[in-house]
């Protein structure tokens, strides 16, 4: 449970300061530019859908990585929509709060971040 005074429930505490940290963290990381390649991540992650070891998500990415289907016709086909169903449920999952502890540790140990920045205490 956090400590910070919030209104609603210790799950949905300030999610968007967690947003934040991490994207600033980002930005200052040596992964920046290639995270912002928009077109070269939606490629990596083609191609790891593509190396899945689900035969029905393996086939979704071969097919968008092979540019035989787009996203938005893959979602009206029920198998590849149930992929989909199945990645946003382990996003609703996602500690955050961690994401960006781990992030902090990962930039210092790497020596990268925002100056000045305290980093992130899961605690708070």
């Known amino acids: ?3 910070t005074p919030h209104t609603g429930s210790p799950d949905e505490a300030e999610p968007s300061r967690y947003a934040e940290h991490i994207t600033r963290l980002i930005s200052t990381s040596p992964y920046a530019s290639m995270l912002a ?7 990596r992650l083609y191609r790891h859908l593509a190396d899945s070891e ?3 998500t393996a086939e979704l990415g071969a097919q968008l990585r092979d540019g ?3 996203l938005a016709a893959a979602s009206r086909v029920p198998a590849y929509a149930d992929v989909f169903l199945r ?10 709060r961690m994401v960006a502890a781990d992030l902090d540790a990962l930039a210092e140990r790497e020596g990268w971040g925002s100056e000045g920045d305290e980093g992130f205490n899961v605690n708070r």
């Open 37 to 43: 390649d928009e077109a070269g991540m939606r490629a």
């Open 87 to 96: 990645g946003m449920d382990t996003l609703a999952e996602t500690d955050f």
């Open 54 to 56: 689900d035969p029905v």
């Open 68 to 70: 035989i289907i787009d």
């Open 1 to 3: 449970m956090m400590d």
